[in-house]
């Protein structure tokens, strides 16, 4: 819940974007607080005064961001719980929450459950970013280089030690310590583990055969903790963990992070650009067709996905139904000019163009 997420050990003071209004507005179990006041008596306006969203903590900086700056405009609170896109998807289906997130589109299991519930659901992509393999060796400062096979093989349980030959290999200059690599990996339902799996998949026929793809798989080794900001704070004050995490956790929190070899061979670090070049090998993304992982081209990075928002397409609350649209009408379009400043990819313009079209489709 938002409330324990701000309760994280490490600081995420420059992700933390949210106003002193929404943050008035969660309570216990992070659901919407309204609080008396002298004009509670006055007529409603047209539009709804807040919505409730939950889900991905891979686009919880961004959103925090994007929300904010859309509710002080529209005279809207938006309180968002990051809370992993599969307590999102859980959440939406059970209509406790207004839309949901998830790094992933929801299976056709999903869908039927949801539409059970709250008739038929719109997936919309909200942004795009990339995850970064963090790592925490005091005695080495330099940026490491990880190939496939070695990523896919310490998250495995097969490479033990910090100066085992495959990683010593591809960093000659570095003096590796004998130290034991401790994984830290999601231990709740995860889009981002979703897209991390998935890239695993793609790369390792033994990962593929052995673990596969989900946003929440029995690991093989490693330690479980909840959220991006989980995963970021338990790699940031253990020595010798190794893990997944989005990028502007990484780089707000300064944690040191690797160079990844991509399909074509080439050692890419991990930027706005690199999403950008794999997004351009789907351009025509959609809820059936979405994994850009281990995409060719030699600017691509590997480890890159969208952020989905989850929605009904005839809302129950028609006026509550077209604040939703018209802030994600707003977010997919104007909104994305604030997602290079949060290190995200801002959407491409075919993608932006499609998903206003899918909202326009919502009654």
């Avoid at 889900?55 to 961001?65: A, E, I, Q």
């Avoid at 590796?176 to 690599?181: G, K, Y």
Wanted: net charge positive; with cysteine; charged share 20%.
């Amino acid at each position: 819940m938002i409330t324990n997420i701000r309760k994280k050990a490490f600081s995420l003071a420059a992700i933390t974007v949210l106003s002193s209004s929404i943050l008035a507005a969660c309570g216990d179990g992070g659901k919407q607080v309204n609080k008396p006041n002298q004009e509670s008596e006055k007529p409603k306006s047209t539009q709804s005064a807040s919505l409730t969203g939950a889900g991905s903590t891979f686009v919880y900086p961004f959103f925090s961001k994007a929300f904010n700056t859309y509710g002080q405009k529209n005279n809207l609170q938006v309180n968002y719980q990051s809370i992993g896109s599969g307590g999102g998807i859980k959440q939406f289906t059970e209509q406790t929450v207004d839309f949901g997130a998830s790094d992933v589109p929801m299976n056709d299991t999903e869908l039927e459950a949801a539409s059970n519930k709250g008739g038929e659901v719109v997936q919309v992509p909200a942004t795009l970013g990339v995850e970064v393999m963090a790592y925490n060796i005091p005695e080495v400062k330099e940026k490491l280089k990880f190939t496939p096979e070695v990523i896919a093989d310490i998250f495995l349980g097969k490479i033990k030690k910090w100066n085992d030959p495959q990683i010593q290999k591809e960093n000659p200059k570095v003096k590796l310590p004998e130290q034991p690599i401790t994984v830290v990996h999601r231990s709740d339902g995860s889009g981002t583990t979703y897209i991390f799996t998935d890239y695993l998949s793609s790369i390792s026929k033994e990962w593929a055969d052995k673990v596969g793809k989900g946003k929440d798989v029995k690991w093989p080794t490693g330690v479980g903790a909840k959220g991006n900001e989980g995963v970021a704070g338990q790699v940031l004050k253990t020595p010798y963990t190794f893990g997944y995490v989005e990028l502007a956790y990484a780089k707000q929190t300064k944690m040191n992070y690797g160079l990844i070899k991509n399909k074509d061979g080439h050692y890419v670090d991990a930027t706005l650009e690199g999403a950008t070049a794999a997004a351009a090998q789907l351009p025509d993304v959609n809820p059936k067709q979405f994994s850009i992982v281990n995409a060719p081209g030699k600017d691509s990075y590997p480890i890159a996905g969208y952020t989905w928002a989850l929605l009904y397409k005839n809302p129950k609350d028609a006026t509550k139904g077209k604040s939703i649209v018209d802030m994600f009408k707003w977010v997919v379009n104007e909104g994305q000019k604030d997602a290079k400043s949060l290190d995200y990819a801002p959407l491409p313009e075919n993608v932006q163009k499609k998903a206003t079209e899918t909202l326009n489709s919502i009654k």
